[in-house]
């Protein structure tokens, strides 16, 4: 049985209600869910499915989502950054594809170069999303922001496919450090390429961990009355 085969099962277990009237892609929210424990602080429900902007007009920006020291930022209203904050932008592009496409891996470099790009006010490239256009103005904010107090700023770009992580092109490759030149002034950028294997792997490490975390829980045996 081959692990594209097992994974498939696995995405299945995050069908629901919600999910499928949320009318978002099935891929990207269980590579959302997948993710959500080692990277996105265990969001719930509701902040796990708003960080998911994958849409036409993406530029393989399909799920975004901002923390400083540890904490979703939902918008600017609840802003606050100082000089020994940490601010840690997660990005992801989720292609349920058997492999990992330098073309899309070049349209999402080209998008966060966008994004990052201040003196262009309109954002061509990510021009048809809405939801990811409100992002990258809220992006900007916070960058301009943490860059202003002296504060750290951290980016990770995941890219995960039902690929094999061991085929990736060595043009993907070259993609990633022409980024890291383009942003040379964030010290800490950082790359995590999923395939199949590599998801499977990760939620099933998810489930152990949330089961051991459930186990090592007190019991209340107090009686009522």
């Known amino acids: 049985m081959s692990i594209q085969v097992l994974l498939d099962g696995k995405i299945k277990t995050f069908e629901t209600p919600e999910s499928r009237d949320s009318g978002r892609n099935m891929f990207e929210i269980a590579v959302a ?3 959500n424990l080692k990277y996105f602080s265990g969001l ?5 499915m708003q960080g998911i902007i994958g849409s036409g007009g993406d530029e393989g920006i399909d799920i975004c989502y901002i923390f400083i020291n540890e904490r979703l930022l939902r918008d600017t209203e609840s802003l606050d950054i100082g000089k020994t904050s940490v601010v840690r932008l997660e990005l992801v592009q989720a292609k349920a594809e058997e492999g990992f496409s330098t073309n ?4 999402l ?3 966060v170069k966008e994004i990052f790009t201040l003196d262009q006010k309109i954002l061509k490239k990510i021009g048809a999303n809405a939801d ?3 992002m990258a103005k809220l992006i900007r904010v916070v960058f301009q922001e943490t860059m202003q107090k002296g504060a750290t700023f951290k980016i990770r770009i995941h890219y995960a496919t039902k690929g094999d992580k061991g085929k990736i092109s060595s043009k993907i490759e070259h ?6 030149r383009a ?7 950082n790359f ?5 294997q590599e998801l499977f792997d990760l939620s099933t490490k998810t489930e152990e961990q949330l089961n051991l975390e459930f186990l090592d829980q007190p019991l209340d045996l107090s009686e009522e009355g």
């Open 104 to 107: 899309s891996f070049k349209n």
């Open 192 to 196: 995590e390429f999923w395939g199949a």
């Open 33 to 35: 869910n997948i993710l």
């Open 109 to 111: 470099c080209e998008g």
């Open 183 to 189: 942003l040379s002034w964030v010290k800490d950028l």
């Open 44 to 48: 719930d429900f509701d902040d796990l």
């Open 132 to 134: 990811l256009i409100k």
């Open 175 to 180: 993609l990633k450090n022409d980024l890291k």
